[in-house]
């Protein structure tokens, strides 16, 4: 077997968002859930041939959400490590702040058993990668520095 180092790296790119909804008063975010075992994250994917990152996330977060969606601004990206049938990754996924304009997280793909919201302050804390989570807290700091009162009280 061949050792890390003399694995061939490739550099994939992907690219989704953090969706958000105002109920009421309360801002949420939405998270895509598998249960077994149990892990909640961001949604995000590959990008389909001649489509722009934009489009990409714009696709991927339909697809995985069941939610319409709204492309307001980047937000940061993240990188990390992995290996998977004798090669290493070092994958880049862009992410971008959404405001969901319609569907239904009932209408979500297989790719995860559940879509649910989430108030800030829970999705904060229920992601499941730090990297992620890092994310989700510069939205978090974005959309409170809309407009004066804190939204994720």
Not at 20 to 30: A, F, N, T
Not at 44 to 61: F, H, I, N
Not at 88 to 98: D, G, I
Not at 126 to 142: D, G
Request: hydrophobic share 35%; charged share 30%; proline share 5%.
């Amino acid at each position: 077997m061949a050792s890390e180092h003399d694995m061939r790296i490739e550099y994939p790119v992907s690219a989704g968002g953090v969706v958000y909804r105002r109920q009421g008063d309360e801002l949420q975010i939405v998270l895509c859930g598998h249960h077994n075992p149990e892990s909640w994250r961001l949604p995000k994917g590959t990008p389909d041939p001649g489509e722009s990152r934009e489009e990409t996330a714009l696709r991927e977060v339909r697809e995985e959400t069941g939610l319409d969606v709204a492309l307001e601004e980047g937000l940061d990206s993240i990188k990390y490590w992995f290996s998977a049938d004798g090669v290493r990754f070092h994958k880049t996924v862009h992410f971008y702040l959404m405001r969901a304009t319609g569907g239904s997280v009932d209408q979500h793909d297989p790719e995860f058993d559940v879509v649910r919201w989430f108030k800030t302050d829970v999705a904060e804390r229920t992601v499941t990668y730090k990297s992620e989570e890092a994310v989700v807290q510069q939205a978090i700091k974005v959309l409170n520095g809309r407009c004066p009162e804190r939204l994720d009280d």
